[in-house]
């Protein structure tokens, strides 16, 4: 049984440069994909953290919650979980990104579950080509050298990492769980099927 805490990072860092305007903010049912990322991380862990750029550390929405400002420039999602980890190098990390509005419960019950295996990374494998989902995933301390090594070389692809880790890979709870929300498109696709 791990005795290390669990700390859930929300990961609200990004430019969303394909959406156009800041995805953390679009709202679903009155709530911003970022609150709602936090409140559901807040049910399975005893402190939830946001992650976040230095220009972003002042957004209203960011501010309402524990920040981790980035330490690290352009190498995407893995300045926040890098910066986390900095911040609580023995702890494992929760991670999700804000744009995943069809995570649930289940979806991070069953990485918790499976919290104990003796792989530095817990995910999901895409039900799309099979690779790992690291926007979704309980990354442990032991996983921190082989990220570092990475960036060491430049490399800054989470999936490459996480293969290379040996992550341990599980099958979504429900189609669809991990689908992200990257452009209008995703977006009225997501809104189209939410509403059905």
């Not at 946001?50 to 501010?63: I, K």
């Amino acid at each position: 049984m791990a005795t290390r805490p669990v700390y859930g990072l929300v990961l609200a860092g990004g430019k969303s440069r394909r959406m156009g305007h800041d995805k953390a903010l679009i709202k679903h049912d009155g709530q911003s994909q970022l609150a709602r990322a936090v409140g559901l991380l807040e049910k399975h862990v005893k402190e939830v953290f946001v992650s976040a750029r230095a220009e972003q550390a002042d957004d209203a929405e960011r501010q309402r919650y524990a920040q981790i400002i980035d330490r690290y420039s352009d190498i995407g999602p893995l300045a926040g979980i890098l910066s986390a980890m900095d911040k609580q190098p023995q702890a494992d990390w929760l991670v999700l990104a804000c744009d995943m509005p069809a995570v649930d419960d289940a979806t991070i019950e069953k990485l918790l579950a499976n919290r104990d295996c003796a792989n530095p990374v817990v995910a999901y494998s895409s039900s799309y080509d099979g690779l790992p989902e690291p926007l979704c995933a309980l990354y442990k301390p032991g996983v921190r050298s082989i990220i570092d090594e990475f960036v060491g070389r430049d490399v800054y692809c989470p999936r490459k990492i996480l293969i290379s880790a040996g992550a341990l890979l599980l099958e979504q709870p429900h189609a669809g769980a991990l689908d992200n929300l990257n452009s209008p498109a995703d977006l009225e696709e997501f809104n189209k099927r939410d509403a059905s």
